[in-house]
């Protein structure tokens, strides 16, 4: 089975996305240790300058352990407390112990009441098996109260090098009966254990907090995202509509349980929720999409109306939104004033792509070719974008059934950027659509030629050889790379499948295609078991099969072409 991932612009924009991003229910993951701050250097401090310049390099390049030999270097030739910090939490990062401890004396020395030295030494005594000496440090943070301390804390326990000392420190810091901190350390504890995966742990916090706190939207929010990450969804709504009663303005638990109800299959319910608090960019573009899923043009339009009412200035964001909604709403004329409207940044060139669908599904073909040979003509900077504007072109002749001017499209494309991949997959997969089966391969195999790892390239030539020639064998060692390096990928499976049936080993191929349709119900895929089942001469069985196919994709072109060719 062909697996070639194109770019499609017919669709709408991802409107649709923006919910995730709006409202994923929130996770609040323990943050990365904050760089330090560059340290000042003068100008004569020559060996310290090349130290750290000689441990960045390092460090970009992956080599952990070399960085932090230069940066402790730096910091034994300087006396800014900002480079002792950063050469022993580079050196803890690198497992480098002798170096952290040199590193901390060092710091210890210049800035002996930095809160992070302690952070360090409780790290230090972790990875030494000292869990007691940990845990008075890790206390000692706690004790602090602040939120950057908690953060600290869950740094050490997800950073150490023995994730089941992690695991008993962090028991003995929650079996205490005075826990610093309250309902905010228990829940930045829980955190920690679900990243630890510890699930009973972390839900045993999480009830200990709404304990402490019956009131706690954020507590109740974070019990409820655990019920969720557990499989109990009830359990998780049930917890969702409790935070949003005890804070119904706020934004975040709002957006949190329109994600959830989203995720359940309720999109009409999610934007609903939403309607509830102060709307600005990040509410309404959830709502949006929401709105999107539910396919509610009303609810669409209304959302529309309330965005272009938001006070100005109207970032490209906003403005782009709005182009979407009313493609969404099929008002193109509106749509193309707004994409119109898309300043130059990161935004324009999308809208600018979009304006060249709007153009064509208004009929005005002419007008949508002659906009994407203006963007070309007026300088395209980056090979991603230029190719794009060709892999538009040629899907805009595909759409009115002519395939030879797409050809000329993905051509023209390749001339100016050679061995563009998308342009050579979309070229492959058009030429085996017009049975230009030896120009399609020969697409193919300089994809498998410019990179011999990808698993799709090498599926695609494998699968075309066996499918449409009778090169099996040279068919056979593709697609067996492709299936090493993607071992669960069904299209790939099917491709062996398909492959095994080809060289005649039935039971082989039944094997794989079985597996292949357990994991991707598909109809081609369904095409194919049908066949070897036939072969096999289980007749039941092969209709049974294609019949599952058709409640996948009843017009499927390979499916309807099996079943009229075998079951007459």
Known sequence: ??????????????????????????????????????????????????????????????????AARHFGRAAAASDDPAIAEHATRVAIVAREWDLARQGLARWRALAPDAVGIVQAEAGLA???????????????????????????????????????????????LAAAPDLPGGVDTLLALSQVAQQLRQPELAARLAASAVKAAPESAQAILWQGHLALRGGDRAAAR????????LAPKDKSTRLTYAALLNELGEPGPAADTLAAIDADDEV???????????????????????IEALPPPRPAERVELLGQLAELGERRDDALRWYRAVPRGERWFDAQLRIAVLLDAKGERDAALAHLEGLRSAGIDDDANLASTFLLEAELHERHEQPERAIDAYGRGLKVL??????????????????????????????????????????????????RTDRHAEALELITKALAAKPDEPAIIDSMGWVQYRLGNL???????????????????????????????????????????????????????TERRLDR
């Open 418 to 467: 050679p061995d563009e991949r998308r342009l050579l997959y979309a070229r492959a997969l058009q030429f085996e659509a017009l049975d230009r089966v030896e120009e399609c391969i020969a697409d193919l195999r300089r994809l498998v030629e410019l990179d011999p790892q990808d698993a799709d390239a090498l599926n695609a030539l494998g699968y075309t050889l066996t499918d």
């Open 126 to 172: 972790l990875a030494d098996g000292d869990t007691e000496g940990a845990l008075a440090r890790l206390r000692t943070l706690l004790a602090r109260g602040d939120a950057d301390a908690r953060r600290m804390v869950g740094q050490v326990l997800l950073g150490g090098s023995d994730p089941v000392r992690a695991v008993a420190a962090l028991e003995s």
């Open 507 to 561: 039971d082989e191929a039944l094997k794989h295609l079985r597996r292949a349709f357990e994991l991707q119900p598909d109809a081609e895929i369904a095409a194919h078991l049908g066949e070897v089942l036939w072969a096999k001469g289980d007749r039941d069985g092969a209709r049974a099969a294609w019949a599952k196919g058709r409640e996948v994709e009843a017009d499927n072109a390979t499916l309807v072409e």
């Open 1 to 66: 089975m062909i697996q070639i991932k194109v770019v499609r612009w017919f669709v709408p924009m991802a409107v649709l996305a923006l919910a995730a991003c709006a409202g994923a229910p929130a996770r609040a993951p323990v943050e990365p240790a904050p760089e330090a701050a560059e340290a000042p250097l003068r100008s004569d401090d020559k060996d310290v300058t090349a130290a750290l310049m000689a441990g960045e390099f390092a460090w970009q390049d992956g080599r952990a352990a070399s």
């Open 238 to 245: 049930a917890a969702f509509e409790r935070a949003v009663a």
């Open 284 to 306: 309404l573009a959830a709502r949006a999409a929401y709105a999107a899923r539910a396919d509610d043009p009303a609810l669409l339009a209304k959302v529309a109306a309330e």
